[in-house]
């Protein structure tokens, strides 16, 4: 099978995915502890996706109210309202938190009552119609999953989300929380189900604490496994693939 590839616009994270990106299409995993980067990351994506790709994005919010997460990105520069006005970014807001009535025109709201995989799909799709998206954000699908209570339903339900994912021409980012973080953790279900996973740990270094990303795997990519040192900076989340985490 022959691949495109878009470059995810993650300063040093395209290096680590063979100087190409993800194949267009793969359904990505993105996970990492609190507070590690995962929606700076995620958006990221979109904000390059749609300001050096051409790429329009969809942000599917099952958490934080997309109000705040615009403000706390104005800190790296990147004005997602603007983007939204031009059509070329759409939030969705899945959230149990709810920003009041003062939303913007086109920014969608679901219930949690009716948050299942039906709507959620259904939500998704006229979210990517509706900006001819190219680059698509579910974050965090733990919400979603947490709907399953049953670990067996939970797998189905994942794996029933993915299979439809894939039927659009999106490339999606599924962010999800990453339970223990430590080198000997137990592998989750859903980095076997993703077509790629993208680690954000951190690692005691003596006195220090390190921030790790790892790209544990990216189906048809000829990828560099090895834990590569990050930083959240005023520019973003900035990976630094040249430089090992153990020595
Ligand atoms: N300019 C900056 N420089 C350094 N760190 C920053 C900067 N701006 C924000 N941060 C840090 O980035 C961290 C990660 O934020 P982000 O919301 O992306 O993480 P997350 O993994 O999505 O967290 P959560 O698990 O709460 O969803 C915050 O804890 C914040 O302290
Ligand atoms: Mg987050």
Redesign the pocket.
């Known amino acids: 099978m022959t691949f495109t590839y878009l470059p995810t616009g993650i300063t040093g994270l395209d290096d680590m995915l063979d100087h190409k990106g993800i194949p267009s299409g793969h359904t990505v995993l993105l996970s990492?502890g609190?507070?590690?980067?995962?929606?700076?990351m995620a958006i990221q994506f979109l904000f390059q996706g749609a300001t050096q790709y051409d790429e329009p994005g969809l942000y599917i919010s099952l958490d934080e109210d997309p109000a705040d997460i615009k403000q706390n990105m104005l800190?790296?520069g990147w004005d997602l309202a603007t983007l939204e006005d031009e059509i070329r970014l759409m939030f969705i807001n899945v959230s149990p938190v709810r920003s009041g009535g003062s939303e913007r025109p086109g920014l969608m709201q679901l219930g949690m009552k009716e948050f299942k995989l039906v709507k959620l799909l259904e939500a998704i799709r006229e979210g990517i119609q509706e900006v001819k998206a190219k680059r698509v954000v579910i974050d965090p699908i733990t919400m979603f999953m947490l709907q399953y209570p049953d670990e067996e339903e939970r797998i189905h339900a994942l794996r029933d989300l993915i299979a439809e994912l894939r039927m659009t021409s999106c490339t999606h980012l599924l962010v999800s929380e990453l339970r223990g973080t430590g080198v000997d953790r137990e592998y989750q279900f859903e980095e076997y189900l993703s077509q790629g996973v993208i680690l954000l740990r951190t690692h005691q270094k003596g006195e220090k604490l390190v921030r790790i990303a790892q790209v544990e795997k990216m189906r048809g990519v000829n990828i560099d496994p090895q834990p590569r040192p990050y930083d959240?900076?005023?520019e973003g989340i900035v990976i630094f693939p040249e430089l090992p985490v153990f020595r």
């Open positions: 990492g609190p507070g590690s980067g995962k929606t700076t800190n790296f959240i900076t005023a």
